[in-house]
């Protein structure tokens, strides 16, 4: 390694000093939509857990003197239909909107890897039990099974937070057993084998490094599909209960008064999906970042 | 190819075991008393309670019942709704599935058709202005949440610019606002593969050949390119046809439509357990089934898969 690669690392701050992961990350820079997308996200994520300094109102405050307000230096967002302050509902909802994604997530991937590896890498009994369990999660309409699951449970943000874990995990099961297979009979696998590795190590140093990029990927996505599956669930009514505010519980509230007040259903709307397409512009600069291959075909 | 085919049958009715008993125990270990849900507001004495335990087996271990649900279930008879009391779940499912089937297939054909259009034209036009404008129009497709879509779509085509019924079930001016929702994120999923695959297919040998032998580029297109560049495409079709059909709750009950996915979302809401195993159960069915003929679509189309399995 040259001393120009090494101080560069060194101001990178880099855990990882491998080249590879240095290249994604300036094919990363040089992506605009993706860069401008993790901006907007860090400052959501900033907002967000800042809500009870960056929130001009308490977001659960009614004011019945100014119901259903169109837009105002006083309001910036207006009010809704018992005058609680629109903006602070958002920056409330978001709080909650990036919590259940991102810690569904971090639950369903590890638990999705966890049986991955051992499905792909064990095989025989081990990959046939989990895998048919991932069969049967496939079958079952997905949606169906958490509104369903959330109304046997008790209505909070627990009961989501399961329901869509154990609806999430079967996705990063089986990219992982994929990426398993692919690598397990690979030379250097072989190699440490032979060498007398055990099982543990081989997995952590050589079989999860090789499989991880997608997983990285599939993560990313994943918040998004899992910010609108809750979205979704507030949005029946179903799940967190009100006076929290979440932005799928607000569009539905909006709706009934789509004709006279379009606000209180829009900017929820307009944040959810600015969400949604900036973890989209994101995941997809990752995929290209840290898999050039792909760049060529697409 | 009949192993295959046993096979996959197996694993269909393995899946729709292991699905039905999952929601079966669930609804099973629900809280709230069955019973007292069918008798609603009335006050029934305890004796006819017991009766009626005993008439539908509820006193009996869940695995027992279970077996009866099968037994039943084989025999067209999926139980009797708890809220809409004394009607079957088949008279409750069976005029439900007719409505989504008839609104989704027109939502499944314009995705298809659009996502096919408009892959192989950004492809034919890569990294042109057409190509980027379509494929940023897709990412956009992707990311807005259907009921966020539909908000606006309401506002704007049904409200402001009133073109356009703002829910129900009656003409088929009604089937445009909620096909367009559904049809959306399959839409842009699909172009953007149908893309990716026609550019890997246009630099194949055979398409120079095809070129090199003077056929007209339409012909070259159409009958060496896009049927090569759809064989990956069908597999992802099968599935968001799957997906498709098993995913409108949000939109059938945005635009009051009397469907499948209506119908298990309001079952869940009046804890109606033996509509909303019925509904887990066709929507099952539909999944696997669609994913199952697309399977066999494939030995039909490709020929190579039909001789090596």
Same mark, same amino acid.
């Given at each position: 390694?040259?001393?120009?690669?090494?101080?560069?690392?060194?101001?990178?701050?880099?855990?990882?000093?491998?080249?590879?992961?240095?290249?994604?990350?300036?094919?990363?820079?040089?992506?605009?939509?993706?860069?401008?997308?993790?901006?907007?996200?860090?400052?959501?994520?900033? %907002?967000?857990?800042?809500?009870?300094?960056?929130?001009?109102?308490?977001?659960?405050?009614?004011?019945?003197?100014?119901? #259903?307000?169109?837009?105002?230096?006083?309001?910036?967002?207006?009010?809704?239909?018992?005058?609680?302050?629109?903006?602070?509902?958002?920056?409330?909802?978001?709080?909650?909107?990036?919590?259940?994604?991102?810690?569904?997530? %971090?639950?369903?991937?590890?638990?999705? %890897?966890?049986?991955?590896?051992?499905?792909?890498?064990?095989?025989?009994?081990?990959?046939?039990?989990?895998?048919?369990?991932?069969?049967?999660?496939?079958?079952?309409?997905? =949606?169906? =099974?958490?509104?369903?699951?959330?109304?046997?449970?008790?209505?909070?943000?627990?009961?989501?937070?399961?329901?869509?874990?154990?609806?999430?995990?079967?996705? !990063?099961?089986?990219?992982? #057993?994929?990426?398993?297979?692919?690598?397990?009979?690979?030379?250097?696998?072989?190699?440490?084998?032979?060498?007398?590795?055990?099982?543990?190590?081989?997995?952590?140093?050589?079989?999860?490094?090789?499989?991880?990029?997608?997983?990285?990927?599939?993560?990313?996505?994943?918040?998004?599909?899992?910010?609108?599956?809750?979205?979704?669930?507030?949005?029946?009514?179903?799940?967190?209960?009100?006076?929290?505010?979440?932005?799928?519980?607000?569009?539905?509230?909006?709706?009934? =008064?789509?004709?006279?007040?379009?606000?209180?259903?829009?900017?929820? !709307?307009?944040?959810?999906?600015?969400?949604?397409?900036?973890?989209?512009?994101?995941?997809?600069?990752?995929?290209?970042?840290?898999?050039?291959?792909?760049?060529?075909?697409? | /190819?009949?192993?295959?085919?046993?096979?996959?049958?197996?694993?269909?009715?393995?899946?729709?075991?292991?699905?039905?008993?999952?929601?079966?125990?669930?609804?099973?270990?629900? *809280?709230?008393?069955?019973?007292?849900?069918?008798?609603?507001?009335?006050?029934? *004495?305890?004796?006819?309670?017991?009766?009626?335990?005993?008439?539908?087996?509820?006193?009996?271990?869940?695995?027992?019942?279970?077996?009866?649900?099968?037994?039943?279930?084989?025999?067209?008879?999926?139980?009797?709704?708890?809220?809409?009391?004394?009607?079957?779940?088949?008279?409750?499912?069976?005029?439900?599935?007719?409505?989504?089937?008839?609104?989704?297939?027109?939502?499944?054909?314009?995705?298809?058709?659009?996502?096919?259009?408009?892959?192989?034209?950004?492809?034919?036009? $890569?990294?042109?202005?057409?190509?980027?404008?379509? /494929?940023?129009?897709?990412?956009?497709?992707?990311? +807005?949440?259907?009921?966020?879509?539909?908000?606006?779509?309401?506002?704007?085509?049904?409200?402001?610019?009133?073109?356009?019924?703002?829910?129900?079930?009656?003409?088929?001016?009604?089937?445009?606002?909620?096909?367009?929702?559904?049809?959306?994120?399959?839409?842009?999923?699909?172009?953007?593969?149908?893309?990716?695959?026609?550019?890997?297919?246009?630099?194949?040998?055979? /398409?120079?050949?095809?070129?090199?032998?003077?056929?007209?580029?339409?012909?070259?297109?159409?009958?060496?390119?896009?049927?090569?560049? +759809?064989?990956?495409?069908?597999?992802?079709?099968?599935?968001?046809?799957?997906?498709?059909?098993?995913?409108?709750?949000?939109?059938?009950?945005?635009?009051?439509?009397?469907?499948?996915?209506?119908?298990?979302?309001?079952?869940?809401?009046?804890?109606? $357990?033996?509509?909303?195993?019925?509904?887990?159960?066709?929507?099952?069915?539909?999944?696997?089934?669609?994913?199952?003929?697309?399977?066999?679509? $494939?030995?039909?189309?490709?020929?190579?898969?039909?001789?090596?399995?």
């Amino acid at each position: 390694m040259t001393d120009a690669t090494s101080s560069r690392i060194k101001t990178l701050g880099s855990s990882r000093p491998s080249s590879p992961w240095l290249d994604a990350l300036r094919r990363m820079g040089r992506n605009r939509t993706a860069l401008v997308s993790a901006i907007f996200l860090f400052c959501l994520i900033i %907002v967000a857990v800042f809500a009870e300094f960056t929130a001009p109102y308490d977001p659960t405050l009614a004011d019945f003197a100014a119901i #259903r307000q169109p837009p105002s230096l006083e309001h910036l967002l207006g009010t809704d239909e018992i005058g609680r302050d629109m903006l602070s509902r958002i920056i409330y909802g978001a709080r909650i909107s990036l919590f259940v994604g991102v810690f569904v997530q %971090v639950v369903a991937t590890s638990f999705g %890897v966890l049986l991955g590896v051992v499905a792909g890498y064990y095989g025989g009994i081990f990959d046939t039990v989990i895998m048919r369990a991932v069969d049967i999660m496939y079958a079952l309409p997905n =949606f169906l =099974f958490a509104v369903f699951m959330v109304s046997l449970l008790k209505p909070d943000i627990g009961s989501v937070l399961l329901t869509l874990s154990l609806s999430t995990w079967p996705f !990063s099961a089986r990219l992982m #057993r994929g990426q398993v297979l692919a690598t397990k009979n690979a030379d250097y696998i072989i190699a440490a084998k032979a060498l007398g590795m055990r099982d543990g190590r081989i997995i952590m140093l050589h079989v999860l490094p090789n499989a991880i990029t997608p997983i990285i990927i599939q993560f990313t996505l994943g918040i998004a599909t899992v910010i609108m599956a809750e979205a979704g669930l507030s949005f029946l009514g179903i799940g967190i209960r009100p006076p929290n505010p979440t932005w799928g519980a607000m569009i539905n509230k909006g709706r009934e =008064f789509i004709r006279t007040s379009p606000h209180l259903a829009i900017y929820p !709307s307009i944040i959810l999906g600015l969400t949604m397409i900036a973890l989209n512009f994101l995941g997809d600069g990752l995929r290209d970042a840290l898999d050039p291959r792909m760049k060529e075909v697409g | /190819m009949q192993r295959y085919l046993l096979q996959r049958i197996f694993f269909i009715v393995f899946s729709l075991f292991g699905a039905t008993l999952l929601a079966f125990t669930a609804s099973r270990l629900a *809280p709230g008393d069955p019973l007292r849900l069918m008798a609603g507001e009335q006050n029934l *004495p305890q004796e006819v309670l017991d009766e009626w335990r005993t008439r539908y087996g509820l006193d009996q271990p869940i695995l027992v019942q279970y077996g009866y649900y099968v037994a039943n279930a084989l025999q067209g008879d999926l139980g009797k709704s708890y809220h809409y009391v004394g009607t079957d779940v088949t008279e409750l499912l069976g005029p439900a599935i007719v409505v989504t089937l008839t609104w989704e297939s027109v939502a499944i054909v314009f995705a298809i058709v659009v996502a096919v259009f408009l892959g192989v034209v950004s492809a034919l036009a $890569y990294n042109t202005w057409i190509d980027t404008s379509a /494929m940023t129009v897709a990412l956009l497709g992707i990311s +807005l949440p259907d009921f966020a879509l539909a908000t606006f779509m309401i506002l704007l085509f049904a409200l402001k610019l009133d073109w356009l019924p703002v829910a129900g079930y009656e003409t088929p001016a009604h089937f445009v606002l909620p096909a367009i929702t559904l049809a959306t994120r399959p839409c842009a999923l699909l172009s953007r593969l149908v893309r990716a695959s026609m550019l890997e297919v246009l630099h194949q040998d055979y /398409m120079t050949t095809a070129r090199a032998k003077g056929l007209s580029s339409r012909t070259v297109i159409i009958r060496h390119g896009l049927r090569n560049a +759809l064989f990956p495409v069908l597999t992802v079709i099968g599935i968001l046809i799957g997906r498709i059909l098993s995913g409108s709750f949000i939109v059938e009950t945005i635009f009051n439509i009397p469907g499948i996915g209506r119908l298990g979302v309001t079952a869940v809401l009046q804890r109606d $357990y033996p509509v909303i195993l019925g509904a887990t159960l066709a929507l099952a069915v539909a999944f696997l089934l669609s994913t199952f003929v697309i399977d066999l679509l $494939y030995g039909v189309i490709d020929p190579r898969i039909r001789t090596t399995s």
